[in-house]
């Protein structure tokens, strides 16, 4: 196991708000360069975002097609901010999601309708 000066460890997690987990990933990757275990830390940041955007954009167009999204909720932590209700239509899930995947500072998540998956679909 690499050591490192924990200098730059408390500069990476001052710099970038990183744990240690974080520090510690970023210079063994980077042979304990400082710059490059930012650069290390910031591109695995915005790979993991990049992801669970597009995770949730699926999520909003599967849970739409089944006619079970109602909305979205925005949350700040713990906190709920705001639920916005969406259409049932494909073109509101669309914009739902990618509303979800432009928002990074807040916790977004799908609020599904399951009284809309025990409603029968029509009759006969």
Same mark, same amino acid.
């Given at each position: 196991?690499? %050591?490192?000066?924990?200098?730059? $460890?408390?500069?990476? @997690?001052? #710099?970038?708000?990183?744990?240690? %987990?974080? &520090?510690?990933?970023?210079?063994?990757?980077?042979?304990?360069?400082? !710059?490059?275990?930012? $650069?290390?830390?910031?591109?695995?940041? #915005?790979?993991?975002?990049?992801?669970?955007?597009?995770?949730?954009?699926?999520?909003?167009? #599967? !849970?739409?097609?089944?006619? !079970?999204?109602?909305?979205?909720?925005?949350?700040?932590?713990?906190?709920?901010? #705001?639920? +916005?209700? +969406?259409? @049932?239509?494909?073109?509101?899930?669309? !914009?739902?999601?990618?509303?979800?995947? $432009?928002?990074?500072?807040?916790?977004?998540?799908? $609020?599904?309708?399951?009284?809309? &998956?025990? %409603?029968?679909?029509?009759?006969?």
């Amino acid at each position: 196991m690499a %050591e490192y000066d924990m200098a730059l $460890v408390d500069e990476i @997690r001052r #710099r970038l708000d990183a744990s240690y %987990e974080e &520090a510690y990933e970023g210079l063994k990757e980077s042979s304990g360069d400082l !710059l490059g275990a930012l $650069v290390a830390i910031e591109r695995r940041r #915005r790979k993991s975002r990049k992801g669970r955007s597009a995770e949730l954009l699926d999520e909003a167009l #599967r !849970l739409s097609e089944q006619g !079970l999204l109602r909305g979205l909720r925005l949350k700040f932590g713990d906190r709920v901010l #705001r639920e +916005v209700a +969406v259409g @049932r239509t494909p073109r509101a899930s669309l !914009l739902a999601g990618l509303l979800a995947s $432009v928002v990074n500072e807040f916790a977004v998540e799908l $609020v599904r309708d399951d009284q809309a &998956a025990a %409603e029968p679909s029509g009759s006969a």
